[in-house]
């Protein structure tokens, strides 16, 4: 397998715990990358393979206690980037009770922008796996899927561990 880089943003929230196990769990195969204000999609050219880490904190306003890092500094520079022969995961954190209606929604936005762009999307988890999200009602869900690993760690962190490991255990082998 070659080496997964490993994006994400913000710093010092869910995201970056979550981000850390994934990494943490890949070992030498991960190269751990804080997406902030001079991340641009150029730093991804070298590799074939990547997780991205992104958590919902609004949906107009993806990191609205970062304003000048992270997603909504990146989104924006993802426009017209080809993200052909590249193999793409998502971790989405965001939380099921409090935004039952817009449970990871930012993941709804950043899934087709892959796909749209020529990337190939794995990791890709039913709704109907994880019992809590039934009844969710969200744009991060598309053909009764979640396209990357949902995590809840406000209030479901006791399984975020196992929920990872079994995720990486599927996902690993669609890597290149
Ligand atoms: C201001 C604010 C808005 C949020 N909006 C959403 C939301 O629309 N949908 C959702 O699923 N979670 C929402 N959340 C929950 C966060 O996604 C969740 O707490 C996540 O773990 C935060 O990760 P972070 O600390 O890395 O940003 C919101 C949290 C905050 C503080």
């Given at each position: 397998?070659?080496?997964?880089g490993i994006?994400?943003a913000?710093a010092?929230?869910?995201?970056?715990?979550?981000i850390?196990m994934v990494?943490?769990?890949?070992?030498?195969?991960?190269?751990?990358h804080?997406?902030?204000?001079?991340?641009?999609?150029?730093?991804?050219?070298?590799?074939?393979?990547?997780?991205f880490?992104i958590?919902?904190v609004?949906?107009?306003?993806?990191?609205?206690?970062?304003?000048?890092?992270?997603?909504?500094?990146?989104?924006?520079k993802l426009?017209?980037y080809?993200?052909?022969?590249?193999?793409i995961a998502?971790?989405?954190?965001?939380?099921?009770?409090?935004y039952?209606?817009?449970?990871?929604?930012?993941?709804?936005?950043l899934?087709?922008?892959i796909?749209?762009q020529?990337?190939?999307?794995?990791?890709e988890v039913?709704?109907?796996?994880?019992?809590?999200?039934?009844?969710?009602?969200?744009?991060?869900?598309?053909?009764n899927?979640?396209p990357?690993?949902?995590i809840?760690?406000?209030n479901?962190?006791?399984?975020t561990?196992?929920?990872?490991?079994?995720?990486?255990?599927?996902?690993?082998p669609?890597?290149?």
């Open positions: 397998m070659k080496k997964i994006f994400y913000p010092k929230g869910s995201t970056e715990k979550v850390k990494a943490q769990k890949l070992g030498s195969d991960a190269e751990l804080l997406i902030d204000e001079k991340t641009n999609p150029e730093s991804m050219d070298k590799f074939e393979n990547i997780i880490g958590s919902t609004g949906r107009d306003h993806w990191d609205a206690q970062y304003k000048k890092i992270g997603w909504d500094m990146f989104l924006p426009t017209g080809d993200f052909n022969n590249k193999t998502i971790v989405a954190l965001g939380n099921h009770i409090m039952e209606d817009n449970f990871l929604d930012a993941l709804g936005h899934a087709p922008i796909k749209n020529n990337g190939k999307l794995v990791g039913p709704v109907s796996k994880f019992s809590d999200f039934e009844h969710i009602n969200s744009f991060g869900v598309i053909d899927k979640f990357g690993l949902p809840d760690d406000d479901l962190s006791d399984v561990d196992e929920r990872l490991n079994e995720w990486l255990t599927e996902l690993k669609k890597f290149a």
